[in-house]
């Protein structure tokens, strides 16, 4: 059974920058395309980012795009979101996700497995 575990979140001020990392057990990690996703006090979970199972491919939500890096790590099984220039608006709960089907990326829907989640608050 797939296990993700989030870590890296925390208080930071405006401006600054966070890394969330993201380790993966229990699953063929090579073959998942790894998500991350938001969900701030209130509002629906959004999708933030993701990447395809060999790194090549990723996409961005716009609220990230210039601000947010994902990259996946094959031999640690852990995937990251470097988050650059944070805003008040990223405050959220950020989880992990995996899923089997890249066409489906942007959908939690499409996801088999989630981390429980690590919080990331921004504060001006």
């Known amino acids: 059974q797939g296990q993700l575990v989030e870590s890296g979140g925390g208080l930071v001020q405006a401006g600054g920058s966070l890394r969330l990392s993201c380790a993966a057990s229990?699953?063929?990690?090579?073959?998942?395309?790894m998500g991350w996703f938001r969900q701030a006090p209130g509002q629906e979970r959004e999708f933030v980012a993701a990447?395809?199972?060999?790194?090549?491919?990723?996409y961005y939500a716009d609220s990230g795009k210039g601000r947010f890096t994902i990259s996946r790590d094959s031999a640690k099984n852990t995937v990251y979101l470097q988050m650059n220039s944070l805003k008040d608006e990223d405050t959220a709960v950020y989880y992990c996700?995996?899923?089997?089907?890249?066409?489906?990326?942007?959908?939690?829907?499409?996801?088999?497995?989630w981390g429980q989640g690590t919080q990331v608050t921004v504060s001006s």
């Open positions: 996700a995996a899923g089997r089907l890249w066409r489906g990326a942007t959908s939690g829907a499409m996801y088999d497995y």
């Open positions: 229990g699953l063929p990690f090579s073959s998942y395309h």
């Open positions: 990447i395809s199972g060999d790194g090549f491919y990723t």
